[in-house]
């Protein structure tokens, strides 16, 4: 299984950016895929996924300022992040056959397959 992600970067707050995770070495088309992210100091923050039939899931934060969607033609996950807050900095990682759990309020993601992440930043 390989994951690469790319499209990270620096952007300034309300800005956009789109992320790519190109896959291979696993049937993709049958696969649910995830995306999570860390900030310094902090856990693997579950961030949306998309299920094999489309079907599109999100974190409360994320709702309404990310779309993610899936090319199975070209093996590709995508995530598109519209008004980027400062507190949206983070590496972005795409992943599959992890675990979503819930704690304190906030869903994170464990085991599975992972990127080696994109970093992005949002600042000024």
């Known amino acids: 299984v390989q994951l690469v992600e790319s499209g990270g970067g620096l952007v300034q707050p309300g800005g956009s950016l789109t992320l790519s995770c190109a896959t291979s070495?696993?049937?993709?088309?049958?696969?649910?895929m995830t995306w999570a992210r860390q900030a310094p100091g902090k856990g693997l923050e579950w961030v949306s996924g998309?299920?094999?039939?489309?079907?599109?899931y999100y974190a409360d934060s994320m709702k309404g300022r990310f779309t993610v969607s899936r090319d199975n033609a070209k093996n590709t996950v995508y995530l598109q992040m519209h008004s980027l807050k400062p507190e949206d900095t983070a590496v972005y990682y795409c992943?599959?056959?992890?675990?979503?759990?819930?704690?304190?309020?906030?869903?994170?993601?464990?085991?599975?397959?992972w990127g080696q992440g994109t970093q992005v930043t949002v600042s000024s």
């Open positions: 992943a599959l056959n992890g675990t979503r759990t819930y704690y304190s309020g906030s869903y994170y993601y464990i085991g599975g397959y």
């Open positions: 998309i299920y094999t039939d489309g079907s599109t």
């Open positions: 070495g696993f049937t993709f088309s049958t696969s649910p």
